[in-house]
């Protein structure tokens, strides 16, 4: 089984249909997104609708709890970002519609997959303790452990902190999948391939230049 795992594609369309492209170049049965899909923009619909057509299995992500949770008629701005902020999620819910709104609603906050190794790949937009907390490729063994819990699975595959990185603790696998469309590299997005065979699992991470 090949995967094509990406996370925080914010609504960037054009970045992700890039990544699909080469994506779609290297080979993959299933895409993986890890959350935040969506906001704050430029493309919302559009990128629902690639995701959609690719049959992507989606985690939610913080972005996408609160666009589908937070009512943005009740908030209150303290200052001209967060007006602009309000504005914006308003438009949000404009352009998605109802529909789409409830679907991100009902979204997991994790999924686990058994691979053909017998391995088990969790799949979560910040870590197996707390999805709103990101491991990320600073931290120390002791920091990611203390967020990987009891029962992390084989590979955890996740986002959240929009920086790639692949890590071993033990017999643990991490792989950050980074940001397709806010990656703090000006230009590049993000991807990894994983494959799965009865031999094993393989992790590719690999980056593209946005045109």
């Known amino acids: 089984m090949r995967f094509l795992c990406?996370?925080?594609?914010?609504?960037?369309?054009?970045?992700?249909?890039?990544v699909l492209d080469e994506g779609l170049a290297r080979g993959f049965d299933q895409l993986i997104v890890c959350g935040d899909l969506l906001f704050p923009g430029p493309d919302p619909?559009?990128?629902w609708r690639l995701l959609v057509q690719h049959n992507a299995l989606c985690i939610q992500g913080l972005t996408d709890r609160a666009v589908a949770t937070v009512e943005p008629e009740s908030l209150k701005a303290d200052n001209e970002e967060q007006r602009q902020r309000i504005e914006r999620l308003l438009?949000?819910?404009?352009?998605?519609?109802?529909?789409?709104?409830a679907r991100l609603s009902r979204l997991k906050d994790t999924a686990r997959l058994p691979l053909e190794s017998g391995h088990e790949m969790l799949i979560v937009h910040g870590s197996p303790m707390d999805p709103t907390e990101p491991l990320t490729a600073d931290m120390d063994d002791d920091e990611i452990d203390a967020l990987i819990g009891d029962d992390p699975a084989d590979v955890i595959v996740c986002g959240g902190s929009h920086v790639p990185f692949v890590r071993e603790l033990g017999d643990i696998r991490i792989v950050n999948v980074g940001s397709v469309g806010e990656s703090p590299t000006p230009g590049v997005?993000?991807?990894?391939?994983?494959e799965t065979s009865a031999l094993g699992v393989e992790i590719r991470p690999f980056d593209v230049e946005l045109r």
């Open 6 to 18: 990406i996370s925080d594609v914010h609504g960037h369309a054009a970045a992700l249909r890039q």
């Open 91 to 101: 438009s949000f819910h404009d352009e998605l519609g109802e529909l789409i709104v």
């Open 45 to 47: 619909l559009e990128t």
């Open 189 to 194: 997005a993000n991807a990894v391939r994983i």
